[in-house]
């Protein structure tokens, strides 16, 4: 069935350093790919998305690129932020139909000053 | 609304009492997803409305759990004799459909003791 894996958290860093969390995915048809992120007591917000194959998603300095020919659409933020700690979900929506979303397991991210 | 709205923002149930979850989409947006939230299994579609009228209750995890949605707006999601392994966060989303993202509520934070 479709499926979306994540890296598993937390990831720890420290504040500037280089971000990666990976995302795969499984899916029949052609899905549109996201990033959500959810603060601390907060709710979820898209942070990216992108709807087709080699698109690029971008958004407060993060950054992911829909790879067909690896299922992928890694995150990436070349300076992370204390800020920027929370959970990170990746999710697909199957084409032709309606957007229900199918989430990975959500990835968090502590950054430390 | 500007937002979309959900209430209450958190309910602490006894175990087998019935409790109610109100959703308040974002005006004019036509399709509305209800998700839950749990600790070990991430995010977890329960049901879609598209419209009125629901085709897809495929993640509804049990006959105690229902919903409805009244003209195209309000939805609200039922759990009958609720038990403990319904403590979660649900949450609410609506979208104005095609291919971009929801727009999440903050969610109810359901306990059941």
């Known amino acids: 069935g479709d499926s979306v894996t994540q890296m598993e958290g937390p990831v720890t860093l420290s504040e500037e350093a280089f971000l990666t969390i990976n995302c795969t995915y499984t899916?029949?048809?052609?899905?549109?790919l996201f990033w959500y992120v959810q603060y601390p007591g907060e709710g979820l917000q898209l942070l990216l998305k992108?709807?087709?194959?080699?698109d690029k998603g971008s958004n407060k300095g993060f950054e992911a690129t829909y790879r067909k020919e690896t299922t992928s659409f890694h995150l990436e933020k070349g300076s992370v932020q204390v800020s920027d700690s929370a959970v990170y979900f990746c999710?697909?929506?199957?084409?032709?139909?309606?957007?229900?979303?199918?989430f990975g397991a959500g990835t968090r991210l502590a950054v430390h000053p | 609304g500007a937002g979309v709205s959900q209430s209450p923002s958190n309910k602490v149930t006894e175990k087998g009492k019935d409790v109610e979850l109100r959703c308040d989409p974002i005006?004019?947006?036509?399709?509305l997803y209800w998700y839950r939230q749990s600790l070990g299994q991430g995010l977890e579609f329960l049901i879609y409305?598209?419209?009125?009228?629901?085709?897809?209750k495929s993640g509804l995890p049990s006959d105690r759990f229902s919903a409805e949605r009244t003209g195209g707006s309000v939805s609200t999601l039922t759990i009958q004799r609720t038990q403990q392994e319904d403590s979660a966060v649900y949450l609410c989303?609506?979208?104005?459909?095609?291919?971009?993202?929801?727009?999440f509520g903050s969610g109810t934070r359901l306990t059941v003791v």
């Open positions: 992108a709807t087709k194959a080699d």
């Open positions: 899916a029949t048809g052609y899905p549109s």
């Open positions: 999710a697909l929506s199957l084409s032709g139909g309606y957007n229900k979303l199918i």
């Open positions: 989303a609506s979208s104005p459909g095609g291919a971009g993202g929801y727009t």
């Open positions: 005006s004019g947006h036509t399709a």
């Open positions: 409305f598209q419209g009125n009228s629901a085709p897809d």
